[in-house]
């Protein structure tokens, strides 16, 4: 049961949501007076909010009984046929799909981080314009959320990226069947545009907001296949002092997000920001909110510079191998390395 379902006072959830509790299991073995120095409230607020999580788990047990348990089991042969038959979001760079054997995994949550002007939102904007093209031409034809915390998404570049990828798709026919599918209202940027849903986030509260929402807005929009959120890490750098309460909240977040995108069978991509580290007497670059965030997603993608040439590189995954492609960034979006030396490098 989650917290925004809990029979509490409006001023009250909103507490418990901007702490990071956001189901009743990280609140169940909390003591009143932890629960009320971290919401700031008395102690005998705090024992009734913790009296009423424990009536709740408690009707939530009797109803679901011992079956709960069992809910959802299947066997490894079941695994090994969903991962074989596991649907992808093609990036645009024939080479970075080809690392990923596909593109981007639907039914997990995929990070990726590298240095400003590496090209991380020309991805996620990529993505959120490739996951649109029709079945019948090797795509979803879905739609896609994209969450905007850093005001960095700019609707004339999506605009273009539609247009390339229209463009890409024409490419393949004839002329005489070219100006046939160019007449097709699909085949308009302003269709593509119309597809991605936008959340403009401006607080790590609305943020914990829209990603509780999520599930009730992919319930209304089931044609939705990916959700994009750039960054993840802008509000969570910003506006937190508190450590621990920090990992608690996006430990919350990174679950929610991984069990909507394996009910919704949906992609997830987190893009990521990059922090120094210092280990072994230097420092290092690395992806922003630490060790334990990085247990967060099934998948983590890397990007960085190679020279003057962006390489992408498969830093973790459960079930592809480490390995580097290069990519480019060109007025039509992601695409092939435009250098003669395209290679694709195994780690």
Known sequence: MEIANLPISASQRSKLLSAGYATLSSLSSLSPSHLARDLNIELQEALEILKVVSDAADRSKSTDGHHQALKGVQTAWDMLSEEQMQQHITTGCEDLDHILRG???????????????IGKTQLGIQLAVNVQIPVEYGGHGGQAVYIDTEGSFMVERAHQIAEGCINGILDNFTDHDRKILACQEWMQPNSFLSNIFYFRICSYTEQIAVTNYLEKFLKEHKDVKIVVIDSVTFHFRQDFDDLACR?????????????????????????????????????????ALGDSWSHSCTNRIILYWNANERYAYIDKSPSLPSASAPYSVTSKGIRNSTSHCKRVRMM
Do not use: D, W
């Open 103 to 117: 593109g981007i995994h639907c039914g997990e949550v995929t990070e990726v981080g590298g240095v400003p002007g």
């Open 247 to 287: 990992t608690r909240i996006l430990s919350g977040m990174s679950l929610k997000l991984m069990k909507l995108a394996k009910t919704n069978n949906l992609a997830v991509v987190l893009l990521n920001q990059v922090t120094t580290k210092y280990t072994e007497g230097s420092f290092h670059l690395t992806l």
